[in-house]
């Protein structure tokens, strides 16, 4: 019980880690405990479980994992940090909790993994689940397939991603277990459940007998709408809503919406892999195509339908693919082959989708063209193929083509036409087919249902039909309104059969993406109300034939529950669903009204009516309205009661406030009842009577507001207005057009007839009272807000005055956004309700562009003119131009149409004399405001030609040009122009002016776009030659201009495209893309919705003049100003700001509080770029300052507006610190969701920042840090690097911070410094940290010196800014400083430089006052003698930094050898270093100090430069270098011709060979590897490798560990790189390890490590899980063998006992490693007795005695196994079997055997084997008397007297000195003291002199003579002797505590605890340093001697004479010490 209570005092984290299971079990049911009491999710205590959770599930224990378990599911359930152990628990579970037999644990491991996903962390699981599922254990694979099945079922498919799932899926079906193969099937069975048929396409191929069984499980599954039953803890609102229903009686009909909500459409397509086909076709494709028989095109054509049949495509180039089959679709006479290549191209839709959208504008018309033919199945194919065709485009796009062909005289064509226009339509939705798109083609289908041709009529009826039925009637109805009844109804009927392929749920809301249908994204399950068709495709093919546009994965989103007969509710656009139809109501005679008014009113009410008493009409109208107040909707007889009330007095009621009450009725019953138009009608004339009178007008307008609301604004406006003007009253006029001001800012732009207004408001404008003219200015510009620039093209011609008033009102509108409509939206259909709404306010643009009235100018353009315009003589041309301005200015808006006047124009372009062409430019800028958008079709012939200009020498030309093409390019929208060649074309032409005005032109254009045409990347090898050119200006403008490019075409497509250029070129190119990658903006962002629909239109039609949601923003203004630039400028950020702000308005039903929905940081495209020009142009301050004013906040505030969330601004700049901290808080919780808006935002965020740092307030402080460490975390990892601006107007105020009183602010602020490196440069920070200490404050200084510090330290010395040397003269000045942290900073800084740089630091300092120079003298001494532990501690506290390349640049200066090799030595002493401090040799830790991270990143990138520098290496040419080494047989290669010369430098070579073996990058390893193998190979070359054996080795252990850590875990990798690398290191190594000479050279401390490191490497499950890695393992296991046989018997032993300790001692360590190492101790034991005589016992024996030491029995006796105690009994029981009682006689090295168990251990084992055997040889009794003399010590005075009495006489003095050394060395605590002390000084001496001489003799033999057979390094060095010097000294008696004050002899002796080994670091680090001088010392030394000779320990190769020089040495020591001694 005694150990109970031991461990029952353990705090409960200590139990859980303790070795006993029951003090685990404990530990775990405590835990348990504590983590369900826990409150705070925060609290400090969960974190202090955060390393433990992992070791709780995968407790060995069983019974102590159940309740591990149990406890790991709480902390998961309640911990906020317990996400962070996702990973590592999550495989626990997969590898150890699974595989349990027990159905509780696996239980719990899946509950588990469910919180996991609970608590946001599924991807993580899913991802170790997904590997378990590779686990070779059927346990675990049902398992893991069971959790992903429970997973999906209660979280459902939004959460659980099945894409991964669904691709392992068909493996599973194909495992050999049976129960793997159920598991699957229930899982596809569920999967089944969520997408439904979309799983077919990828199941298709399993085995047909599991996919029948599949299909009948899949019958069963109910069609009910599966639900998400468990929820994320961010879906905690969803899970209320579902409880609520659940308690409200399941799932009834619950959530008619949120059912959709739930189940993301899946899309089969996404689930498939796609086939790249374009290789395959076959090689004579193109000839044969064209051939002249057609059987050799149909043997193509099929071979293309062969390959299209593949369900998915890979994207590539198929433009001459389609070619050819659209050629054949035109041309080809063989009817059969036209129907072929039709499906080839249907096939080619189908499988591409939305990328052959593309090719589809080539191919319509030909299609469409070929509908003349008559036969069906061509007919049918050619269907098929516009069909699918039609869904990788929009409707919009083949709209020009489509209408072309309406007026085709063949009446087959029409027909086929017109049921393409209609199965499209049926595709589309109220957003996709707008007005712009109805109008055109509503025009031409009445002209085919006038057709002569009934099929032509009865296509045309339908395609009406399904206009009506996808629009609604709304919005057909004004293009048929020429229709005559009977066509009506037929339409009407049409219309009634039509099947959407949406069904009518998602009416107008399905598609909300751009307002394109994205048709290829198919709904795997067409909806309940999906055409006949589409349910029968979806099968095999199905999904992919008929494609409704729900993107896949993204539920349609709505609102309310889209009650409304799906189109019609989109289409009504704002009614709400019962109310589509309009409510129409005929007209009442009065008599019925008083009867109905009778029923619902008091009688008295009614007689009061009409009293004369004014009094008595008050109290009716009051009972009147307490009677409406109480109405139910459905009973309220609107008409009745409004015409009760115009009864007499009616509207002419003179007491106002009868009036007022009247007007408020007015209003009410249009709320509350079902209100008509013709209830309208009744009361609309008194309203605008009473609409200018000062008491009733306020009521009037409320009413009027009313009825707007119900018959909606359109109607209502345009009543009222004409009423208004058909009065005389100017009042009434003024009034009712404020009154529509404020209507339309309220209920929105959309439906409003702008012509008729437009005539009111000029009508408006010339009225002579100044009130009316002033009301229509105002509604003018309230009309501006919605419909843009056009808007003042229709008041041109108004006088000048008015028009600059008009002009001003405009001008306070520019950059304002049309407030969110208000009203009208609770009658929105959710369906359709904003989006119809912003579709119409979209098109309100295009439908003012459609008003003007345009001129057709054509006829005016005669051939004359243009034969003017091109005369030879100028003036004539002059005249020809002057006529075309005064056309264009008569005509003002002109039609397309103007005949030969581009050619004309264009060749005007060019003209010689300048002023002509000016005037041409200024003609086509007018040309392009005249025309419109319609001006896109002259983009090519003239709008190119004008670029052409912009590179004309004349500066006025060139603006002139620019200016010309930005109005074009406003009409047009920039896609035109960057599509096709010809704009890269011009920027071919080596032109300055052209290049640099053109790409100025792309820079301000690109930023703008959304998206561009994939032909801007043909531009980019011309932006290249640009970045080269010889005019500086071009380079500037192709610099600015390359983020643009990049933020369009990505940097992976730019990087590609600099593979064609030279290479110079292309590492400058480069740079320069690196560069700009740091400085891409982000794209615009596209609208939330389709709401903010002001950024980016939708499709190229939007691109009018300036409408204010044309691609180009901005450039609006430019038409009335000179200067486009600034129009741009001010334009483009003031409106884009205010557009994107418009996200952030809050809804308008919506209370205060929920207004926090929605980003916090909005983007504003370009916003960050903007405000860095107006700094620098200084518009505003400059962001610096002491302390902030007034006026910095002030301008920070303004700049937020813009791209910060209201509510945030306001609580970030409160006055209260609190807030600031709410703010605070609110920014870290959007950190990760909102990346790019914190990036674009990034300068104002760290600006606002450094406003908290002059806060007092501590709390806000730390909150800041917290912050900014998250921030900067992200940052790093988007790789995003700040700018210049936010460098400085950040860092210098976060230094401030570094001197901060309170430690743990100092501490966060070092760390933020820490992280920003990684994401601006060290060499920059380094200036502003310099800066800072220059600070008043003390701690500042010191701090940023430390700081300094370390970025040397970390960054090498290229950090130093301006220059290493002035950086360090301004260090050097604060030694003297008066403070003393600051001295020591400054010192230690420079000590830091100094261990990086060397000596040269004292060159750069310059002159130090002699004070200081001695201080830091005595500092760099002190810190050369601390011991090198040191380098962990500091990679301890200091983050890893990432390793600044430029860093190399310093390293190079070194010689390549001298310089790898010491990165070698700093490796090896981190690692072991590392190694000893963590005393694991687990490698799976995964924090490696910083400088062995470092040094492997340099080896990785010196790699390339050392190369270059060693040409030695390079010549070799080893053809087979590359071809992995075979194991266990390797190849032999012929040796390379380049070692023949070894001996001139080899040992340098060599050096530089094995440097490489070490390196990052695999080839150079690999390369190292077979040239050390060839040298092996040959016996005459193999012994240049003597003397490099311990360096080679330390090098490949690297290699070893680099793999394990590095590249196994590098995704990029190729692991057979991997396996050819393994092979190559085992290779080598067998081959060394065959030559036994250079085997022996392995000292103990580098076997050690080898061993480690290939144990680890049996022991990698990774490698296993290689194609190879068996192979590889095998091969490790065969190396391990001959390491064990042919190494120094003494030293591999020695080593493996010191690893077998260390990996016992490892509590990481794996119980497999030491098993291994054990085994390998049995072989070597098995090898003991052919060994037994080479083998120095006396260090193996010191080795056990440390062991023993460590883990005496008892310890050994609590391990898990009984396998080390066993282990170590074998081998000491062998080795005294097989030395006998001898192996008392090799204790020597031991300090005090009584520390440990081994003398008494041995002594019994002797005692034994005497016991058994009885009949003992001569030897063995004397051992056994031995033993039996020390037993009993009573004889010990009589022995000596013998040994004194043989000394003292003559003959035998010799003898007696022997016996007296043999004496002494048995018993050496026995006192020889008394019988000398009797004796004469004399005799002491020459008693003691003859013992030395024994001894040295003895010593000298028997050590040194066995051990000759195996010279090696450790026998004769220094260490030895001072072992055996403190042998001695233990001899003569002197004490050895006096040792300690010096150095210790040998970490062994003075810790005996370490490792042994560490004599060997020592020995390795000397070996080490040899390098740096091998090149020197290889010149003198004979390299002969070298191998005959071994090398000392610590001197550099010792010769024997330096050994003997060594033993003088220490015998005159020994002297001195006895002297001393006296």
Same mark, same amino acid.
């Given at each position: 019980?005694?150990?109970? %209570? ?43 479980? #955060? ?109 659980? %991603? ?174 059969? #082959? ?128 399904? !206009? ?80 409704? !546009? ?249 006088? /000048? ?27 929105? %259909? ?38 003017? @315009? ?31 006047? /581009? ?88 032109? /300055? ?370 220059? $290493? ?145 060693? $040409? ?227 260090? @193996? ?54 520390? %440990? ?226």
């Amino acid at each position: 019980m005694g150990d109970d %209570s031991e461990w029952m005092k353990l705090p409960i984290d200590q139990k859980c880690e303790h070795k006993l299971w029951k003090a685990r079990l404990n530990g775990y049911e405590e835990a348990l405990k504590l983590f369900q009491k826990i409150d705070d999710e925060k609290s400090p205590e969960w974190s202090k479980y #955060l390393g433990l959770i992992k070791k709780f599930v995968t407790d060995s224990n069983a019974v102590a994992q159940l309740k591990g378990l149990e406890a790991a599911l709480a902390y998961v359930e309640n911990a906020h940090v317990a996400g962070k152990t996702t990973g590592e628990v999550a495989s626990g579970v997969v590898n150890k909790v699974f595989n349990q037999p027990k159905a509780r644990a696996k239980e719990l491991g899946l509950d588990i993994c469910l919180m996991y996903i609970e608590i946001e962390k599924g991807e993580a699981i899913q991802e170790e689940l997904l590997k378990g599922l590779d686990n070779k254990n059927p346990k675990i694979i049902v398992a893991c397939i069971e959790t992903l099945r429970k997973a999906l079922s209660e979280f459902g498919s939004k959460i659980i %991603s099945l894409k991964p799932i669904i691709k392992v899926l068909p493996k599973l079906f194909e495992s050999r277990e049976k129960a793997v193969r159920d598991e699957a099937k229930l899982l596809a069975v569920e999967i089944y459940r969520w997408i439904r048929d979309a799983l077919r396409p990828p199941l298709q191929n399993i085995n047909s007998v599991q996919l029948k069984e599949l299909e009948e499980e899949w019958i069963k599954v109910s069609s009910a709408v599966p639900r998400q039953t468990r929820f994320l803890r961010s879906q905690q609102e969803l899970k209320a809503k579902f409880e609520q229903q659940q308690a409200v009686g399941g799932d009834a009909d619950g959530g008619g919406d949120d059912e959709e909500e739930t189940v993301p459409q899946v899309d089969a397509y996404e689930l498939l892999e796609a086939v790249e086909i374009l290789s395959k076709l076959p090689k004579d494709f193109y000839e044969k195509i064209e051939a002249k028989k057609w059987q050799e095109r149909k043997e193509a054509l099929e071979a293309v339908e062969l390959l299209v049949k593949n369900p998915k495509l890979e994207s590539g180039d198929y433009a001459d693919l389609v070619k050819v089959l659209k050629k054949v679709v035109g041309k080809d006479t063989n009817v059969m #082959l036209v129907a072929l290549a039709a499906k080839c191209l249907a096939g080619l839709a189908t499988g591409l989708r939305k990328k052959f959208g593309q090719y589809a504008g080539h191919v319509v018309p030909t299609i469409l063209e070929k509908f003349k033919e008559k036969k069906p199945q061509v007919v049918q194919a050619l269907q098929e193929a516009i069909d699918a065709i039609f869904l990788t485009t929009t409707l919009q796009n083949l709209s020009e083509d489509i209408l072309a062909v309406m007026d085709n005289k063949n009446p087959t064509i029409k027909q086929q036409t017109s049921l393409f226009i209609a199965r499209s339509f049926r595709h589309c939705t109220p957003s996709t087919l707008p007005k712009s798109l109805l109008k055109p083609f509503c025009a031409a289908l009445l002209k085919h249902i006038n057709d002569s041709a009934p099929e032509v009529r009865d296509a045309g009826f339908e395609a009406l039909g399904t !206009a009506l039925k996808v629009a609604g009637e709304k919005a057909v109805n004004p293009f048929l309104a020429d229709v005559d009844k009977l066509k009506l109804d037929r339409i009407k009927e049409c219309a009634e059969k039509v099947e959407l392929v949406y069904g009518k749920k998602t009416g107008g809301a399905a598609e909300k993406r751009e307002g394109k249908p994205v048709a290829g994204k198919t709904a795997a399950l067409p909806g309940p109300g999906a055409d006949k068709e589409t349910k029968d495709a979806a099968t095999k093919a199905g999904p992919l034939k008929k494609a409704s !546009a729900v993107k896949s994965g993204v539920p349609p989103k709505k609102g309310k529950p889209a009650t409304a007969a799906g189109a019609g509710g989109a289409g009504a656009k704002g009614k709400k669903g019962p109310e589509t139809k309009e409510i129409f109501e005929s007209e009442l005679s009065m008599e019925v009204c008083e009867e109905k008014a009778a029923a619902v009113l008091p009688a008295s009410c009614i007689q009061q009516l009409d009293s004369g008493n004014w009094k008595e009409r008050l109290a009716c109208m009051e009972e009147f309205q307490k009677a409406v107040e109480l109405m139910e909707r459905s009973e309220m007889p609107c008409q009745a009661l409004v015409r009760m009330l115009a009864k007499k007095p009616g509207w002419k009621e003179t007491n106002f406030q009868v009036m007022q009450m009247k007007l408020h009725i007015v209003a009410l019953i249009a709320q509350k009842g079902n209100f008509s138009k013709t209830s309208a009608q009744v009361v609309l004339d008194g309203l605008v009577d009473k609409v200018g009178d000062v008491k009733c007008g306020s009521n009037a307008k409320e009413a009027m507001t009313a009825i707007a609301e119900a018959c909606q604004l359109p109607w209502t406006a345009e009543q009222v207005v004409a009423t208004a003007f058909s009065q005389k009253n100017p009042k009434n006029q003024s009034e009712t057009l404020n009154w529509l001001s404020n209507a339309i800012k309220e209920f929105g732009f959309s439906g409003l007839n702008v012509k008729a207004f437009i005539s009111n408001v000029k009508t408006a404008l010339a009225a002579t009272n100044p009130a009316v003219r002033t009301s229509a200015i105002t509604l003018l510009g309230v009309m501006y807000l919605y419909v843009g620039p056009p808007l003042r093209m229709f008041f041109e011609d108004e006088k /000048p005055a008015l028009l600059s008033q008009i002009d001003a009102e405009f001008e306070k509108m520019q950059g304002q956004t049309a407030p969110t409509p208000t009203r009208g939206i609770s009658r929105h %259909s959710a369906g359709g309700g904003d989006d119809g709404e912003e579709e119409e306010q979209e098109e309100v643009g295009n439908d003012v562009v459609d008003l003007l009235p345009r001129t057709d100018i054509g006829d005016k353009i005669t051939a004359e003119l243009v034969s003017k @315009i091109g005369d030879k003589n100028w003036k004539i041309r002059k005249e020809g131009l002057d006529e075309v301005t005064s056309i264009l200015n008569e005509a003002k808006f002109i039609h397309p149409n103007i005949g030969e006047l /581009p050619a004309a124009l264009k060749n005007r372009l060019n003209d010689s004399n300048k002023i002509l062409v000016q005037q041409t430019l200024s003609i086509l800028q007018q040309l392009a405001t005249a025309m419109g958008p319609n001006i896109k079709q002259h983009v090519k012939n003239l709008g190119i030609p004008v670029i052409t200009v912009l590179g004309d020498s004349k500066n006025n030309v060139r603006a002139a040009a620019l200016a010309t093409v930005n109005a074009w390019a406003e009409q047009t929208g920039m896609k035109e122009w960057l599509e096709g060649e010809d704009l890269s074309e011009e920027l071919k032409k080596e032109n /300055p002016f052209l290049r640099q005005e053109l790409l100025g032109w792309l820079a301000e254009k690109l930023p703008t776009l959304r998206s561009v045409p994939s032909d801007l990347l043909l531009c980019v090898p011309h932006l290249y030659s640009c970045l080269e050119d010889r005019n500086g200006d071009v380079r500037k403008k192709a610099q600015d201009a390359l983020p643009f490019f990049m933020m369009h075409l990505g940097f992976e497509k730019m990087a590609k495209a600099t593979g064609k250029l030279k290479p110079t070129s292309k590492d400058q190119v480069l740079a320069m893309l690196e560069k700009a990658k740091a400085n891409m903006p982000a794209k615009p962002a596209p609208p939330a919705k389709s709401s903010s629909r002001v950024v980016g239109g939708t499709a190229p039609a939007k691109f009018q003049p300036g409408s204010a949601f044309a691609d180009d923003l901005g450039s609006n203004n430019v038409e009335s100003k000179p200067d486009p630039k600034k129009a741009k400028a001010g334009g483009l950020s003031s409106k884009t700001k205010g557009v994107q702000g418009k996200k952030v308005l809050s809804k308008p039903n919506l209370k205060e509080d929920d207004d926090k929905s929605g980003p916090i940081f909005i983007i504003v495209p370009n916003g960050k770029e903007q405000r860095m020009k107006e700094e620098k142009g200084l518009k505003v301050l400059k962001w610096n300052f002491t302390t902030p004013r007034d006026e910095y906040i002030e301008q920070l505030k303004t700049q937020m507006s813009t791209c910060v969330a209201k509510w945030l601004q306001d609580e970030m700049f409160h006055a209260d610190f609190q807030h600031h901290n709410k703010a605070l808080a609110v920014m870290i919780e959007h950190l990760e969701s909102e990346k790019d808006g914190v990036i674009s935002c990034l300068d104002l965020i760290l600006k606002w920042l450094t406003l908290r740092f002059f806060d007092t307030n501590t709390s806000v402080l730390m909150k800041t840090l917290e912050y900014l460490k998250l921030l900067f975390n992200m940052l790093s990892q988007e790789e995003y690097h700040l700018t210049e601006n936010e460098a400085s107007s950040f860092i210098p105020y976060l230094i401030l911070k570094v001197g901060e009183p309170k430690d743990v602010i100092r501490k966060d602020v070092r760390a933020i410094l820490n992280r920003m490196c990684l994401i601006y440069p060290a060499s920059k920070m380094f200036p502003f940290i310099m800066e800072g200490t220059k600070s008043k404050n003390s701690k500042q200084r010191a701090e940023c010196l430390e700081e300094l510090g370390c970025l040397v330290e970390s960054y090498g010395m290229n950090v130093c800014q301006p220059t $290493p040397g002035k950086a360090l003269k301004e260090m050097a000045t604060h030694i003297g400083d008066r403070d003393n942290t600051v001295r020591n900073a400054a010192l230690n800084t420079i000590v830091t430089v100094y261990n990086v740089h060397g000596d040269q630091v004292f060159k750069l300092i310059g002159n130090l006052s002699e004070k200081d120079m001695s201080m830091l003298e005595e500092r760099i001494k002190r810190s050369a003698k601390r011991p090198s532990a040191a380098p962990v501690r500091q990679a301890e506290e200091k983050p890893q930094r990432a390793q600044n390349i430029s860093a190399n640049a310093g390293m190079m200066r070194k010689g390549p050898a001298e310089d790898m090799s010491s990165k070698l030595k700093i490796m090896y002493r981190t690692y072991r270093i590392q190694n000893r401090n963590m005393g694991s040799h687990s490698e799976t830790t995964h924090t490696v100090p910083r400088e062995f991270q470092l040094d492997l990143d340099e080896i990785e990138n010196d790699n390339g430069t050392v190369r270059c520098e060693m $040409p030695a290496l390079v010549q070799h040419k080893l053809d087979d270098i590359f071809e992995p080494v075979l194991i266990p047989e390797p190849k032999i290669r012929a040796v390379s011709p380049h070692f023949d010369d070894m001996h001139s430098n080899t040992a340098s070579t060599i050096n530089f060979v094995i440097s490489q073996v070490a390196s990052g990058d695999i080839n150079t390893s690999i390369q190292a590897l077979t040239q050390i193998d060839e040298v092996l190979k040959q016996e005459d070359k193999a012994e240049a490798m003597s003397g490099h054996i311990d360096q080679f080795l330390i090098a490949t252990f690297m290699q070893l560990r680099l793999i394990y850590n590095t590249h196994m875990a590098d995704e990029k990798l190729d692991k057979d790189e991997i396996v050819r690398l393994y092979s190559c290191i085992i290779g080598s190594m067998i081959t060394l390890f065959q030559i036994e000479s250079l085997a022996r050279e392995a000292s103990t401390g580098v076997l050690k490590d080898l061993m480690h490191g290939l144990i680890t490497l049996m022991l990698d499950s990774r490698v296993e899980d290689l194609e190879e890695g068996e192979q590889v393992i095998r091969s490790v296991n065969l190396l391990v063998v001959k390491v064990l046989e042919k190494s120094d018997q003494t030293n591999i032993l020695s080593a493996l006992l010191v690893l077998l300790q260390d990996s016992l001692l490892a509590t990481a360590s794996s119980p497999k490693f030491s098993e291994l190492v054990m085994k390998c101790l049995w072989r070597m034991v098995r090898l003991l007795p052919e060994t037994i005589n080479s083998i120095n016992l006396d260090r @193996i024996l010191l080795d056990i005695h440390i062991f023993m030491k460590v883990f005496p029995k008892e310890k050994l006796k609590q391990c898990k196994s009984d396998f080390p105690i066993r282990t170590l009994k074998t081998l000491l029981h062998t080795l005294c079997k097989l030395k006998g009682p001898k192996i008392l006689d090799h204790l020597t090295m031991i300090d005090n055997k009584n520390e %440990s168990e081994l003398e008494a251990h041995l002594c019994r084992v002797m005692k034994h084997s005497m016991d058994q055997s009885g009949k003992a040889d001569k030897d063995t009794e004397k051992g056994a008397s031995r033993i039996e003399e020390k037993a009993s010590k009573a004889k010990v005075n009589d022995i000596l007297a013998e040994i004194f009495k043989k000394i003292g006489s003559k003959e035998n003095t010799k003898e007696g000195l022997a016996e007296l050394y043999e004496y002494k060395k048995k018993y050496s605590d026995a006192d020889i003291e008394p019988f000398l002390k009797n004796s004469s000084q004399f005799f002491q001496s020459y008693v003691e002199r003859g013992l030395r001489l024994i001894e040295t003799e003895r010593e000298g033999k028997g050590r040194i003579a066995p051990s000759t057979g195996n010279t090696n390094g450790e026998e004769v060095g220094p260490s030895v002797y001072l072992e055996r010097l403190k042998i001695l000294r233990q001899r003569c008696g002197l004490d050895n505590a006096k040792q300690e004050d010096r150095p210790p002899l040998t970490s062994l002796l003075s810790k005996p605890t370490l490792p042994t080994v560490a004599s060997s670091t020592d020995m390795l680090h000397s070996k080490l340093s040899q390098l740096r001088e091998s090149r020197e010392q290889y010149q003198h030394l004979d390299l002969d001697c070298n191998q005959t000779h071994s090398s000392g320990i610590g001197t550099t190769l010792a010769s024997p004479s330096s050994a003997a020089a060594n033993i003088d040495d220490l015998k005159k020591r020994l002297e001195r010490i006895k002297s001393s001694r006296k």
